[in-house]
């Protein structure tokens, strides 16, 4: 596993935040890739920004991947964001997130 990652990936108690980068209007929700100079995790979703769509989108959808609560903790009006995974650990995020890419 690379370290890079871990630029994304930060730990408060039980609770790991991740810093992702969305596209909006893609064909499916899915995580893309890794944008090293943004040091954020790409996410691709259907819906486009409008009343809290988007939002709503990817909070379901990461939500059922870590199969658990997930919010976003930063920049719900902007493409850059930072979601908050709920009692889990990082070793557990990383894994799941990698799997993708």
Same mark, same amino acid.
């Given at each position: 596993?690379?370290?890079?990652?871990? =630029? #994304?990936?930060?730990?408060?108690?039980? =609770?790991?935040?991740?810093?992702?980068?969305?596209?909006? =209007?893609? @064909?499916?929700?899915?995580?893309?890739?890794? @944008? &090293?100079?943004?040091?954020?995790?790409?996410?691709?979703? $259907?819906?486009?920004?409008? /009343?809290?769509? #988007?939002? /709503?989108?990817?909070?379901? &959808? !990461?939500?059922? !991947?870590?199969?658990? =609560?997930?919010?976003?903790?930063?920049? &719900? $009006?902007?493409?850059? $964001? +930072?979601?908050?995974?709920?009692?889990?650990?990082?070793?557990?995020?990383?894994? $799941? !997130? +990698?799997?993708? !890419?």
């Amino acid at each position: 596993m690379s370290n890079k990652y871990l =630029n #994304a990936i930060s730990c408060e108690g039980n =609770n790991v935040f991740i810093d992702i980068e969305v596209s909006p =209007n893609s @064909n499916k929700f899915q995580i893309s890739g890794f @944008n &090293e100079w943004r040091n954020r995790f790409e996410v691709r979703i $259907k819906q486009v920004p409008q /009343k809290g769509r #988007a939002n /709503k989108e990817i909070v379901k &959808e !990461l939500s059922k !991947l870590f199969n658990c =609560n997930v919010n976003i903790s930063k920049g &719900e $009006k902007s493409s850059q $964001k +930072t979601v908050m995974v709920h009692d889990v650990d990082i070793e557990y995020v990383l894994e $799941k !997130l +990698t799997s993708f !890419l």
